[in-house]
């Protein structure tokens, strides 16, 4: 009897505790700045402290609702999170608007800090250290065993105040290599492993290319780029050295000849007609990388004609909310021209909400074991991720009605009651920059699109 009494009062505080929390947010959100500079930097010192302090109480949150919902506690060496995992990371990203990846970090580098590094913990609550390092102890300690983690938070916490990103990262790194040399060196042979090439489209038109490789062979391509920027440089090519780099990496990549070459891939670029004739101003959109200004689209289409590589297809698409039309096959698969469909009306990205990873399945919205259809309306992209989270017990999807013009939305609902939308962008077009044609100006355009 006064087991079940305690357990009903400490319920009712959590619910006080909360809206405390949300008071505070809000009394946070209305601080006034102070009259003179010296109360401005009180003002800031205090208002880091706290969020420090508001960082570990999430951590100890995120932690204890890990281990409500009974999951377990995943191995540095596991390479496939399990479902259960995965479901409730996705729950926690959903509470604090990130990715669902970053959500599974989160709960893994909180239960991390909460039972094997509370010397760490203890200084992110005295507001020593930003979340950000709190995670980065966490996340650099992750190849460790539990009782060589808690050697290390020992040996790090009298330095830990006042330390910066990269000082704080030798200091871990020197902490491991002296209590974990045996863990260590196994990590360097994972590493050398898991070698891999990632990319990352920038917001100027231009991207990064990550190559992860072990030390000797990084050594040979940088030899090999500076080789071939020297010789550039010594036949007088006006290029500077860098940009000699990029383009001979890229030839010995592709095969090209040419620095201005057109790669032989398929690469997608989604323009409002308008702007394709030079009329509007509306970007182009590369899809899965990101926007580029017209006029640049309209010169790499230009360049593609001139080498007899484009293909131009029409999009339709409704005028108000620029909406691509539906599309339907008969097919359990999502393949073929269906599938190009659905990476193009969600932009080749992740419909989760904070997911921007790239489309690795084409999924059924409602399951076709649910007799959901392999429809362009039924459709949508997802990362492996996310799809198979979509599969955990207790959670469930649908989509809204957007009408005859509006935007693919899909609607869910998770385990513990957190609520899914997301949205297919708009495909470029309409707003500002376009133009009004008459009917006769846009059969002209159409056959001048069908000419090309």
């Known amino acids: 009897m006064d087991e079940t009494v305690d357990t009903t009062c400490q319920t009712v505080d959590t619910t006080c505790q909360t809206g405390e929390l949300h008071a505070l947010a809000d009394l946070l959100a209305d601080v006034v700045p102070g009259a003179l500079p010296v109360d401005h930097l009180d003002q800031l010192e205090a208002l880091e402290r706290i969020k420090s302090a508001a960082a570990a109480a999430q951590a100890v949150v995120a932690a204890?609702?890990?281990?409500?919902?009974?999951?377990?506690?995943?191995?540095?060496?596991?390479?496939h999170t399990p479902p259960r995992a995965m479901s409730v990371g996705a729950e926690v990203a959903l509470a604090t608007l990130s990715s669902p990846y970053a959500g599974e970090q989160r709960v893994l580098l909180s239960r991390r800090l909460r039972d094997q590094l509370p010397l760490t913990l203890a200084a992110l609550r005295r507001g020593e250290l930003t979340e950000d390092r709190a995670f980065a102890v966490a996340r650099e300690v992750g190849h460790l065993a539990p009782e060589q983690r808690s050697r290390v938070d020992e040996d790090l916490?009298?330095?830990?105040?006042?330390?910066?990103?990269?000082?704080?990262?030798?200091?871990?790194?020197?902490?491991?290599?002296?209590?974990?040399?045996?863990?260590?060196t196994r990590r360097?042979?994972?590493?050398?492993?898991?070698?891999?090439?990632?990319?990352?489209?920038?917001?100027?038109?231009?991207?990064?290319l990550t190559a992860v490789l072990p030390l000797e062979a990084l050594a040979a391509v940088r030899s090999a780029l500076d080789v071939e920027a020297a010789a550039a440089r010594a036949a007088g090519d006006p290029r500077t050295a860098g940009q000699v780099r990029a383009d001979a990496l890229v030839a010995r990549l592709t095969g090209l000849d040419e620095v201005d070459g057109v790669p032989p891939v398929q690469v997608n670029i989604v323009i409002a007609v308008e702007s394709l004739f030079g009329v509007g101003t509306e970007p182009g959109r590369v899809t899965g990388v990101g926007h580029l200004p017209a006029?640049?689209?309209?010169?790499?289409?230009?360049?593609?004609?001139?080498?007899?590589r484009a293909t131009l297809r029409r999009l339709f698409v409704s005028p108000t909310a620029r909406a691509l039309v539906a599309m339907e096959s008969t097919s359990r698969r999502f393949d073929g021209l269906l599938a190009e469909f659905l990476d193009l009306r969600d932009d080749g990205l992740c419909r989760t909400t904070g997911c921007n990873?790239?489309?690795?399945?084409h999924d059924h919205v409602i399951r076709a074991a649910d007799h959901g259809r392999t429809a362009a309306a039924n459709g949508q992209g997802l990362c492996e991720r996310c799809?198979?989270?979509?599969?955990?017990p207790g959670w469930t999807c649908w989509v809204a009605d957007p009408g005859d013009a509006g935007l693919h939305e899909v609607h869910g609902v998770t385990e513990h009651l957190r609520i899914l939308r997301s949205t297919s962008p708009p495909v470029p077009?309409?707003?500002?920059?376009?133009?009004?044609?008459?009917?006769?100006e846009l059969q002209l355009a159409s056959n001048f699109t069908l000419a090309s």
């Open 64 to 79: 204890t609702f890990a281990d409500a919902a009974d999951i377990e506690d995943v191995p540095a060496s596991r390479r």
């Open 295 to 308: 006029a640049l689209c309209i010169d790499l289409v230009r360049r593609a004609s001139h080498a007899a």
């Open 188 to 208: 360097c042979r994972r590493a050398r492993a898991d070698r891999r090439v990632t990319s990352r489209a920038l917001d100027d038109g231009t991207g990064r």
């Open 357 to 361: 990873a790239r489309i690795r399945h």
């Open 429 to 440: 077009g309409g707003g500002a920059g376009s133009v009004d044609y008459s009917p006769l």
């Open 387 to 392: 799809n198979y989270v979509k599969e955990s």
């Open 157 to 184: 916490a009298p330095r830990l105040a006042g330390l910066g990103d990269v000082r704080l990262r030798d200091a871990v790194r020197r902490s491991c290599l002296t209590h974990a040399a045996d863990s260590e």
